[in-house]
């Protein structure tokens, strides 16, 4: 099973994780971290790096970060560079993550990147317009024939 490791700031990765256990239950493999004010980058980095090998059963490492570019990112991608079998995914959101809990068993970790992509991007919905196309009259059908 791929491991994974979700990171942001504050208090996104911790809070991630309660909504996670409450979709999905208690999860093996899968470990949030925090990035919290009094943390420095490094300690960050250390952080992740240990949560990587906790996670790891040899199928590989999957990091879930908050912001592109942000600290917890930056410090995945040094990770990622730098060991075999981790990918990374920026800018997550809480479909991403419960459905990497259910879709990583027996998956590939490339596979499953391009799987939480699809979901990221799909989850993503103008309500308005979602609810103005449910309350649009029906189109009047006109049979001309009498049927």
Do not use: W, Y
């Not at 994780?17 to 919290?36: H, N, P, R, T």
């Not at 908050?66 to 990622?80: E, H, K, Q, V, Y």
């Amino acid at each position: 099973m791929i491991g994974i490791v979700v990171s942001g700031h504050i208090n996104f990765a911790t809070g991630m994780g309660s909504a996670v256990k409450a979709i999905a239950g208690e999860q093996d493999q899968l470990e949030f971290i925090d990035f919290v004010e009094s943390m420095s980058t490094d300690e960050l980095e250390a952080e992740l790096r240990q949560a990587a090998k906790r996670v790891d059963s040899g199928e590989g490492v999957l990091f879930l970060t908050d912001i592109p570019g942000g600290s917890p990112c930056n410090r995945a991608l040094a990770i990622m560079m730098d060991t075999d079998n981790v990918e990374l995914i920026a800018g997550v959101n809480l479909p991403m993550i419960a459905n990497a809990a259910f879709e990583r068993d027996g998956a590939e970790l490339k596979e499953l990147v391009e799987t939480l992509l699809d979901i990221g991007g799909s989850c993503m919905q103008d309500m308005r317009k979602e609810l103005e196309a449910v309350m649009a009259p029906e189109p009047e059908l006109k049979c001309e024939d009498g049927l």
